[in-house]
């Protein structure tokens, strides 16, 4: 059974009513100026309070009886055959109860899994491991793409050439489009292999009871890992349970049971005991994902009026031994351009397998991309937002850049006076997109017991992004209770399926099914309450924690009372997310400004300040919304001026495994940030709400990038912008 | 980490004679040797607590002007000494500079002239370098832009400590206290070059500890500035940093000059050229410039740290201008 309902869609300036198709039992999608009383208000995290205190279950803190500590040892060499692994030593140390091989034929990065124990206490663990004699034969090796991209490099995989072949788009003609510019650049572009640098590391506490394994995870995807696990030990799902009730970060590095997960459960089986099995920082820099290095050779050309013409992308990127590093994707969506191609090369070396990282291929297609635009307006003369305006697609973004330059004072900025003594400021502005609009899957139960309090139970889990509260506000808004009756309860495959956290799906996700699940629950309220109240259930309203009559608001019980007449102990329903019915647009634009100050005697960027402009639908909580904007940003920092994965040519060996070496944007390095929302009420589901994760990250590392360029009159071509690469393009101007 | 007792001496002697046994370690903040312990660098069987000594965390102030500094004084109690910041800002400044406030609230004055080097070699437990006895020093071939760009050789280390230069400047001294008694040392004698001895950082023997800092007053007149470069303004290491202390009598003539830059050699290095530069002449920007110049004439940068040439350049100048009291640019 469906229905159609009439919503008033789009934005400020962009509204249009539209007609969508919707099951009989989904809630009226939320439409253009709904009136909201939870929805919509700062909310401080639900959990704040219990992270701040320490008192957060994390898989870190998680402490079994007879609980035994595990541990790995990895190679130390970038590419080797491995002969013979002997545990023997090792598996007599006194401590000891289980030590497993877990190499291959060969390694093909230093920090790959070889073995692994499980003892008493960590400590003994690792002497555990140094007892562990394994004969490696080293093979030549590769760590450099440059390197690994000669033809006499050495190969990373005996099988194939390092590099693959390339994935191509191709749009319009790109030579008939050059012919027709009146500007063009071309230039190389390279970015730097970033790590997540998630602040608990990867791990898990694993536990058998039979032929039941539970496992706690520092995961972004419970049911992934549960899955991964059943297959690994022919379990059927249901006997393995995943729990991760609270996760220190994921950046896209932790869908599934990664080695250190089996491993933790291998040793747990193997031991007849719990195994908590936690990774060190260095374990976590080489060994569990990256955002890949990439090299853009780009050329773009545009009319006299900056309307681009057309743009060439030749890109080659890596992920060390994995793939996944290509980065043309916001060649193709953020700006119109009639002619394009696009040819991404994958490049092997010997270097810890990508993961995907917020927004994967985004932060490094828009680095080159916006660098590559702001040279192109300075050939033409033309004012760099007036650039992107020319050739913008969204009108959503355009009225993104309006606000956005009022907020900033682009126009006075950008023309200011760039020197004071040593300091040479500078402006950049780049834009953003992304689809943040989720998928179906996602089951969602809502439960009231007899107390008045209600529990929404959903097997996803909260990244850090603020899951927990923004599930709790939307059966809230739709129940009409106050925020504090409503618990959120998550991270357990025990709760209704939930996607992963992953591909800014959470909030759009969960919230549709959150919300139809609360919907079910009021209607089994209502019919519950209608005889007390002597009116039929579609006659009634809650709001305020109180059930009235819509025409008589008199008449009224509160829901507590109203929670006293459940029978048996409580009264649940569920929902789930109806699969995204059409509405107004699942596009997110966005876009993003940024001033530095660059020292040209040091080379010493310090980025000031941020204006951030986004939609994301409705936006639940805004000042969890902030905090994404906040962080996109910061991340944002930390790849522009400082991140860099740096492996020694000498050894293969990672030289800054470690948050002393390894740079990481802190207090001081940190702009200040003010994020503007454009409302937009798309209603593709019953929420409207889209994720913001990525689409806050892709511009912050381009904007940077502009503005450096401005400040010294000369483009900075390579990430990070170092002070040795800033000095070295100041020398050159 | 290996496993460890801590064991807490009944006095200085009996400290001093427990270090002097193999395989042990002073415990003072604990920074730089947790870092150790954890990275598998140092593996000692007890580490023997100085903090059990009473007396050693306070600063004195003793006849003649004379500041003593207990070797258990943290950085940010140096920091905010009246009597240090009114004295000596330079040294102030460079305690306030390290690291974080939680570190210099744990970390003290001697470790953080005794702690080992940062460098990426040094630091990884898979590679034997020069340092840990093996035959090549792989900042030469290797990955080397936060390295040594003045004195190094065969080791290509920075010398880590903050403070040094600013008390090098100083004309500090230390007294070194062993199981055969106490002997003083210049701070700038202190530090051994890789030239000498490429596995360690300083001249402390067996059992020997830092038991006191002592800074002379100033000369008349003399006022200091401290300054670094870091590419990360929150908890980093400096590219460079350089300390001036200058005395400029009534027509502007410098009467007493120290130079000494940190970072940028695997000890903290002092500049006499600078300093030969500045004295007698009438200090403005031209000069501070040829101060600079020379400070850093004898550098020999590696493949990718000559950027760090210019940046020492600008901390010496700028030094240089602060403590003189000039405006560097007009803003």
New interface residues.
């Given amino acids: 059974m469906a229905r159609r309902v009439t919503l008033r869609l789009g934005f400020e300036g962009g509204l249009r009513d539209v007609v969508v198709t919707i099951p009989d039992d989904e809630p009226a999608p939320w439409q253009w100026g709904e009136k909201f009383s939870v929805v919509g208000v700062d909310t401080p995290r639900l959990d704040g309070p219990l992270k701040a205190a320490g008192r957060a279950p994390y898989t870190y803190d998680i402490q079994l009886p007879g609980m035994l500590h595990g541990a790995i040892l990895r190679s130390?060499y970038p590419h080797a055959r491995i002969r013979s692994v002997d545990l023997g030593v090792a598996r007599r140390l006194d401590g000891v109860r289980a030590a497993l091989d877990r190499s291959g034929a060969a390694v093909r990065f230093?920090g790959q899994e070889v073995a692994a124990v499980a003892a008493v206490t960590l400590?003994i663990a690792?002497?555990a491991l140094r007892l562990v004699k394994v004969d490696y034969a080293p093979m030549p090796f590769v760590t450099a793409m440059e390197d690994a991209m000669r033809p006499d490099a050495p190969a990373v995989f005996e099988s194939g050439a390092n590099v693959g072949a390339p994935h191509i788009n191709e749009i319009g003609n790109v030579a008939a489009g050059f012919e027709t510019a009146a500007a063009s650049v071309d230039a190389v572009y390279t970015t730097p292999v970033q790590t997540h640098v998630s602040l608990e590391t990867h791990g898990a506490v694993a536990s058998w009871n039979g032929d039941e394994l539970t496992v706690w995870c520092s995961t972004q995807g419970i049911f992934g890992v549960r899955d991964d696990l059943a297959v690994h030990f022919s379990l059927p799902p249901e006997n393995v349970r995943v729990i991760t009730a609270y996760l220190g970060g994921g950046f896209g590095s932790k869908f599934g049971a990664g080695h250190e997960v089996i491993i933790a459960a291998e040793l747990a089986r193997m031991a007849r005991a719990p195994v908590k099995l936690m990774l060190s920082r260095a374990e976590e820099h080489v060994a569990t994902g990256n955002r890949p290095c990439s090299q853009q050779h780009v050329r773009i050309g545009a009319a006299r009026d900056g309307a681009l013409t057309a743009i060439e992308l030749e890109q080659h990127g890596s992920g060390g031994i994995g793939g996944g590093s290509g980065s043309a994707v916001p060649y193709l969506a953020l700006y119109r351009c009639p002619n394009l191609r696009t040819r991404e090369r994958n490049v092997y070396i010997n270097a810890g397998p990508a993961s995907p990282m917020r927004a994967p291929g985004w932060p490094q297609g828009c680095f080159a991309l916006e660098l590559a635009i702001d040279e192109l307006a300075r050939k033409l003369n033309l004012d760099r937002l007036e650039m992107r305006r020319r050739n913008n697609p969204s009108p959503v973004r355009a009225l993104e850049y309006d606000i956005g330059a009022r907020a900033f004072g682009w126009d006075q900025r950008a023309r200011a006076p760039k020197a004071?003594?040593?300091i040479r400021r500078g402006v950049g502005v780049a834009s953003a997109a992304w689809h943040g609009i989720g998928a179906s899957g996602p089951q969602a139960q809502c439960v009231a017991f007899r107390d008045g309090r209600v529990a929404v139970r959903i097997g996803t889990q909260d990244v850090g992004t603020g899951t927990r509260t923004i599930i709790a506000m939307v059966a809230a808004e739709e129940l009409g209770v106050p925020l504090q009756s409503v618990t959120a309860e998550i991270g357990d495959t025990r709760y209704l399926f939930s996607l992963p956290s992953g591909g800014s799906m959470t909030a759009p996700s969960t919230t549709p099914a959150v919300r139809q699940a609360a919907a079910h629950l009021k209607g089994k309220l209502l019919r519950l309450a209608a005889p007390a109240l002597g009116a039929a259930p579609e006659d009634l309203v809650i709001s305020d924690g109180v059930v009235r009559v819509r025409a008589e608001p008199d008449r009224a019980i509160e829901f507590a009372d109203l929670c006293r007449r459940i029978p048996g102990d409580s009264l649940a329903a569920d929902g789930e997310h109806v699969p995204n019915y059409g509405g107004y647009s699942t596009a997110q634009a966005g876009c993003q400004f940024a001033g530095v100050e660059v020292?040209i005697?040091?080379?010493?960027v310090?980025v000031t300040d941020f204006v951030a402009v986004h939609d994301a639908g409705v936006i639940v909580d805004p000042l969890t919304a902030r905090s994404q904007v906040n962080g996109g940003i910061i991340m944002g920092v930390g790849f522009a001026?400082?991140e860099d994965r740096?492996i020694?040519?000498?050894?293969g060996?990672m030289?800054?495994p470690?948050m002393?070496?390894y740079?990481l944007?802190?207090?001081?390095?940190t702009p200040e940030i003010r994020a503007y929302f454009v409302e937009v009420a798309n209603g593709i589901t019953n929420t409207g709400v889209l994720g913001m994760g990525e689409a806050v990250h892709v511009a912050a590392t381009a904007a940077i990038g502009c503005a450096v360029a401005d400040a010294i009159g000369a483009p900075v071509r390579d990430l990070p912008l170092?002070?040795?690469r800033v000095?070295?393009a100041i020398g050159g101007v | 980490?290996?496993?460890f007792a801590v064991v807490a001496p009944a006095d200085l002697a009996s400290a001093t004679r427990m270090l002097a046994e193999p395989n042990r370690s002073a415990l003072a903040g604990g920074v730089d040797l947790l870092?150790m312990l954890k990275q598998e660098l140092a593996a000692p069987a007890e580490l023997v607590n100085l903090k059990a000594l009473g007396g050693l965390d306070r600063i004195e102030s003793v006849p003649g002007g004379v500041l003593r500094i207990g070797p258990l004084v943290t950085l940010n109690q140096l920091a905010a000494a009246p009597a240090v910041r009114e004295r000596h800002p330079a040294l102030a400044d460079s305690a306030a500079q390290a690291a974080?406030p939680q570190v210099r609230n744990l970390a003290t004055v001697g470790g953080n002239l005794a702690q080992r080097p940062?460098c990426?070699?040094f630091?990884?437990p898979?590679?034997v370098c020069l340092k840990k006895g093996g035959t090549k020093c792989?900042a030469v071939?290797?990955?080397n832009?936060y390295h040594a760009i003045l004195g190094g050789g065969p080791s290509f280390i920075v010398h880590p400590s903050n403070l040094a230069p600013a008390l090098i400047a100083c004309d500090a001294s230390l007294a070194l206290n062993g199981p055969d008694g106490e002997r003083k040392i210049a701070v700038g004698d202190f530090f051994t070059s890789p030239k000498v001895d490429p596995r360690r950082e300083n001249v402390l023997k067996p059992g020997e500890i830092i038991a006191a800092i002592e800074v002379p007053a100033p000369p008349t007149g003399a006022r200091s500035a401290y300054l670094e470069?870091?590419?990360?303004?929150?908890?980093?290491w400096p590219?460079a940093a350089a300390v001036a202390i200058l005395a400029l009598n009534r027509a502007g003539e410098v009467v007493h000059a120290r130079i000494v830059m940190g970072a940028v050699a695997p000890i903290p290095w002092r500049a006499p050229s600078a300093e030969k530069i500045l004295l007698g002449a009438k200090l403005d920007r031209a000069l501070a410039d040829r101060a600079a110049e020379a400070a850093l004439a004898g550098a020999a940068p590696l493949a990718?740290?000559?950027?760090k040439i210019?940046?020492a350049?600008?901390?010496v100048r700028r030094a240089i201008l602060r403590a003189g009291g000039v405006a560097?640019?007009?803003?």
């Avoid at chain 1, 005697?601 to 010493?604: P, R, S, V």
């Avoid at chain 1, 944007?665 to 390095?669: E, F």
């Avoid at chain 2, 470069?229 to 980093?236: P, Y």
């Avoid at chain 2, 560097?328 to 803003?331: G, K, L, N, R, S």
Wanted: cysteine-free.
């Fill in positions: 130390p230093a400590e690792r002497d004071r003594g040593p020292d005697e040091t080379g010493i310090r001026l400082f740096l020694d040519p000498q050894t060996l030289v800054n470690t002393d070496d740079k944007p802190g207090v001081l390095d170092t002070p040795d000095l070295a | 980490m290996k496993q870092d974080t940062r990426w070699y630091r990884n898979d590679i792989y071939a290797g990955l832009r470069a870091r590419e990360k303004q929150s908890f980093d590219l990718h740290n000559a950027y210019p940046i350049r600008a901390m560097d640019e007009p803003a």
